[in-house]
């Protein structure tokens, strides 16, 4: 182990033990971790030099990595149809948008080049086992992990984990395994959009915690099996993997993907995503209900297009918030207060008129259109999961026991594998040599 190996490593664990244990307040919380990262992204640059980064790019794996951040991106997008969107807390004046954007450059310099330094020059002997600690170490949940000895719950165990650690990993794990492939920059390419979207968008899911832990450990996982399907022999022989632990993930062989298919998804993902969010000025709802009888009915979907409240008038059917969700009732009579116009609903099936009046800033649009039963599709998907989650919640015991005999034979078959390609690369070596004293 080199001097230079031994002072990046020793940068790493100083800058994630500081920042884990002090946190000051006010612009101090943003100027250390930014000085921090800053400074061990130039030592790693100065240890390691441009040119060793080129070596390792791989223009394939970095824009693969880009697109697998934007697929996880619209999947968090197209999950608001379901639960919903908020506002990011995060300050977009122009000073707040220029810290977080430092704060964010230099943190993701300072992580991935050190991170793509470590793996790349202490994977040599055993490259999986380093692929793990470095894992281990950039996903920053040794801290969060202290906090399950104040939680007894099993339920609030499975919250804690779900939302903090698990994706923390998945999500580490991806990245170390691009870096140890192609570098720093492929690494950079998953994680710089990621990171755009959650400190600089100013539209987020509202997600809840189940939610969020499925959407945070599956693509990263259905990403790493991507990479690593889509990975050549030779660059796996490169970096140290031989080429029979790629078997350990991969089922089927690769296919030729299709331009214009892909092309295709990716517009009815932007289109989805558009539409949820109301950036083209319209919304897609699907009824729940049938007040609004026979007009609509339960699994129908209505559009809606934002409409100032001086253009809505009697008989239009009108979609507004009411005490934290979306209803759609028809205007029954309008009256003025002052300088504020007040809007009286009726459901087409209720008898008589809603107590509350709506407010304008309460409405969201009127009704322009209606799909007929399509919104059926998204009913039965959202009972489904909501039925699998039951379950889970109510057999949490049974769950865990499950996963532990998952990862046990997991580990056994890996182990085994293991040992087994180790016992064919000794005899193979062993008889070659036999074969030359012959």
Excluded at 173 to 196: E, R
Aim: charged share 15%.
């Amino acid at each position: 182990m080199s001097r230079k190996q031994i002072l990046i490593l020793i940068l790493v664990l100083v800058v994630h033990a500081l920042l884990g244990v002090y946190r000051p307040g006010g612009l101090m919380a943003y100027a250390l971790p930014s000085l921090c990262w800053g400074l061990l992204a130039l030592t790693t640059l100065w240890v390691c030099g441009l040119e060793k980064i080129r070596l390792w790019f791989s223009k394939q794996l970095s824009v693969m990595a880009a697109i697998i951040a934007i697929f996880q991106i619209f999947i968090l997008m197209d999950a608001g149809i379901f639960t919903g969107f908020g506002k990011s807390p995060l300050l977009f004046t122009p000073l707040g948008i220029t810290i977080n954007l430092v704060l964010v450059s230099t943190t993701l310099l300072g992580t991935e080049l050190s991170r793509a330094y470590l793996i790349k020059n202490y994977n040599r002997k055993r490259p999986l086992l380093t692929l793990g600690l470095v894992t281990l170490l950039y996903s920053q949940t040794i801290t969060p992990i202290t906090g399950l000895l104040t939680l007894n719950e099993p339920l609030a165990i499975a919250q804690f984990l779900g939302t903090g650690v698990l994706p923390a990993l998945a999500e580490s794990l991806l990245a170390s395994y691009l870096a140890l492939l192609a570098g720093p920059i492929a690494s950079i390419a998953y994680l710089a959009p990621l990171k755009a979207f959650q400190w600089f968008s100013p539209v987020l899911p509202n997600l809840s915690w189940g939610i969020e832990a499925l959407l945070g450990v599956v693509p990263p996982t259905i990403g790493f099996l991507y990479i690593d399907r889509i990975t050549p022999p030779s660059l796996l022989r490169r970096v140290g993997i031989p080429t029979e632990a790629k078997q350990l993930f991969r089922f089927t062989r690769a296919k030729k993907s299709s331009k214009p298919g892909w092309t295709t998804i990716s517009i009815l993902c932007v289109f989805m995503v558009w539409t949820t969010t109301g950036l083209l000025g319209f919304y897609p709802t699907v009824i729940l209900s049938g007040s609004m009888r026979p007009t609509m009915d339960i699994g129908d979907i209505a559009i809606v297009i934002q409409t100032p409240i001086e253009k809505i008038k009697l008989g239009d059917v009108i979609q507004y918030w009411q005490e934290r969700e979306m209803v759609i009732h028809r205007v029954y009579d309008t009256y003025e207060m002052g300088s504020t116009r007040f809007i009286i609903t009726k459901g087409d099936a209720n008898t008589a008129p809603d107590v509350d009046p709506i407010f304008p800033a309460q409405i969201r649009g009127r009704l322009i259109f209606i799909v007929p039963k399509l919104g059926w599709i998204s009913i039965y998907v959202k009972t489904t999961i909501a039925g699998i989650w039951s379950f889970f919640s109510a057999n949490i015991i049974l769950v865990y026991a499950t996963l532990t005999i998952a990862a046990f034979m997991a580990s056994v078959y890996m182990i085994h594998a293991y040992k087994s390609r180790s016992t064919r690369r000794w005899r193979s070596l062993h008889g070659r040599r036999g074969w030359l004293r012959r």
